[in-house]
């Protein structure tokens, strides 16, 4: 109900079958007053673009990782709200970052990149992945990928 009803074109962009079938008509709601009102621009923002009809404006998984409502977590200082280190946040695998190269920038900052760097594969994480393989060496390979698009 907060969309409102799909137009006959998203409709066909979701499901070519669903395009003589008669849905109620509903009016949107705008998405400042599904929210509560000091809630984040970035985060209505973000909101908007995931709940698509068209699945082609959807924003992709890793778009989503991108968006400018998660900046405050790559902040190379930003700590928890209890006081504690963040997990690690920018270990994504080359897989992972092939689907978009150009996000790597975004998604891996310069101070997650230079630590990258300046990992081994004996010192990384050795945190494992089933299907990537060692995460420590897939952030290397993700912070040349980074660097790369880049330059």
């Given at each position: 109900?907060?969309?409102?009803?799909?137009?006959?074109e998203q409709i066909r962009e979701m499901n070519p079958n669903y395009?003589?079938?008669?849905?109620?008509?509903?009016?949107?709601?705008?998405w400042t007053k599904v929210f509560r009102?000091?809630?984040?621009?970035e985060a209505i923002a973000l909101c908007s673009r995931l709940l698509e009809y068209t699945p082609t404006a959807r924003l992709?998984?890793?778009?989503?990782?991108?968006h400018s409502f998660f900046d405050?977590?790559?902040e190379p200082n930003i700590k928890l709200p209890n006081g504690?280190?963040?997990?690690?946040?920018?270990?994504?695998?080359?897989?992972?970052?092939?689907?978009?190269p150009s996000l790597a920038t975004i998604l891996i900052p310069a101070h997650a990149r230079n630590q990258a760097g300046a990992s081994?594969?004996?010192n990384a994480s050795s945190?494992?992945?089933?299907?990537?393989?060692?995460?420590g060496q897939t952030t290397n390979a993700a912070s040349a990928s980074a660097s790369n698009t880049s330059t």
């Open positions: 109900q907060v969309l409102g009803t799909p137009t006959r395009t003589e079938f008669n849905f109620p008509q509903i009016k949107a709601h705008p009102p000091r809630t984040p621009p992709t998984p890793l778009e989503a990782c991108a405050e977590l790559r504690r280190e963040k997990p690690s946040l920018f270990n994504f695998t080359t897989q992972e970052l092939s689907s978009n081994t594969p004996t945190t494992t992945d089933a299907n990537s393989g060692e995460r």
